[in-house]
Each structure stands twice: as C-alpha cells, then as structure tokens.
C-alpha cells in the first residue's frame, strides 16, 4: 500500500511571498490532517478534514493559512503571505476515519514539507 | 486543553541497554499513539494503545488510563532506535481523531 505522498519536500521562500503544500493520503482514508512541527517542538495540529469537510481548524491562523480538500481525496495547504514563525515542517497524515472503529483513528503521516522563511 | 507532558526529554543509551520513556496526561483518554520520530523527520507509528499493553518486537507499550499514564519500554536498544518518541493523546470527549503531542523524548543510542 502506497503511503502519504507530500510535495515539495523542501522549500525556501521570501518573508510575504507564499507557498503551497500538496497532499495525497492513502487510499480509502477519510480523514486528513495538517500538523505544523515547529523545531524542537512536538507537531500541532492546523486543520483535519473528514472527507471534504473541515472537521476542526481551531488553531488554523486563517489571516494567513488557507487549506481545501476539494474531492475528497488530495488536499493543498497554502500560506500568503508567509512570516519568519512559518519556518517549520508541515507534515501530512490520514486516517481509515472517525467511528469507524476505534483502531480507525490511527495516523499514517507523509514524510513532511520542510519550510524555510528568509 | 489537554496538557501531555513526556519524560525524561533526553536520553542517552549504550547499544544493547533497555529504557523506560513515560507519558503523563491531564485527562481522561479514548486514544493513545507512540511514534517514532526518525533523524530524517519521519513519523512512524509504533503502538496504537488506549489502554492495556501491547508488545512489538523489542518495544512494549503499557497504557494505565486511569491513573493517566502510558509507558513506552525498548530492549535491547540499537542505534536505529535514536530519534524523537512522541506520545500523542485525544480526550475521551473528542472523539474525532485530534491527537494532541507531548514535547518528546530525543533518545541517542551510542554504538
């Protein structure tokens, strides 16, 4: 089974230019999450989506971060314009669902898009 | 929130030696994971444990949900086990699969 596919993997960018990240999860996963790990810290959650639905994007900054799963399927994280807090790695992860079972919850994460703000 | 706190923050191992990594949370849970952060930055899930123990290989994950606290052992550690663990937990009322990480264990074992 393929697993979560992220692109890019790295990117340098200007302060106030922005950025996107795309995601894939793994087939048949309703739900996916956007995790942002900043260095030396353990990785906070952005947004999920169930399906296309936003399930929760409490801690989403929205003046700045956008996110769409428009299908259902693959989903785009974007940043504009970008700060120097932004320099961090932006991982991706998907689970079989929520209540589904209680083992559906488990995570599967992509290997991460690296973000340097100069 | 949740506050899940994770101990020791480092540790330094003899290849060979076994260790004992805790999480500690301030609520009550109905979803537990332990990852294993890579030195390259992948996330592995290790143990998918709620509650009770399980057991991979070396590794073994006991999960008491009433007094608030999952274990992680390693035996026999080698030096692929280095890398960050991280505990991450979902409150009991949550229910929607938002795990809420620890701080982390940076573990190094030394050939």
């Known amino acids: 089974e393929a697993g979560v596919a992220q692109s890019p993997r790295y990117k340098i960018i200007e302060k106030r230019q922005s950025v996107a990240f795309w995601c894939n999860p793994i087939s048949g996963h309703a739900t996916l999450y956007w995790y942002q790990q900043i260095l030396g810290q353990g990785p906070k959650l952005l947004i999920q989506?169930?399906?296309?639905?936003?399930?929760?994007d409490s801690q989403l900054p929205k003046d700045r971060f956008s996110a769409e799963r428009l299908k259902g399927v693959d989903s785009t994280l974007k940043i504009q314009p970008a700060k120097l807090e932004d320099s961090a790695v932006y991982l991706c992860?998907?689970?079989?669902?929520?209540?589904?079972?209680?083992?559906?919850?488990?995570?599967?994460f992509g290997a991460g898009s690296r973000l340097t703000v100069l | 929130g949740i506050q899940v706190e994770q101990s020791p923050p480092d540790l330094i191992l003899q290849e060979g030696a076994n260790s004992t990594l805790r999480c500690n949370f301030s609520?009550?849970?109905?979803?537990l994971q332990w990852f294993h952060q890579n030195p390259w930055g992948q996330l592995i899930n290790l143990f998918y444990i709620p509650s009770g123990t399980k057991q991979n290989g070396r590794l073994s994950a006991t999960t008491v949900a009433t007094e608030r606290y999952s274990l992680l052992y390693i035996s026999s550690s080698q030096t692929t086990d280095s890398g960050v663990y991280f505990c991450a937990v979902e409150r009991e009322s949550s229910n929607t699969g938002k795990l809420i990480f620890g701080q982390g264990t940076t573990l190094q074992v030394k050939p």
């Open positions: 989506f169930q399906n296309n639905g936003v399930v929760d």
């Open positions: 992860a998907s689970s079989l669902g929520m209540g589904v079972y209680s083992g559906a919850n488990v995570l599967t």
């Open positions: 609520d009550s849970v109905n979803n």
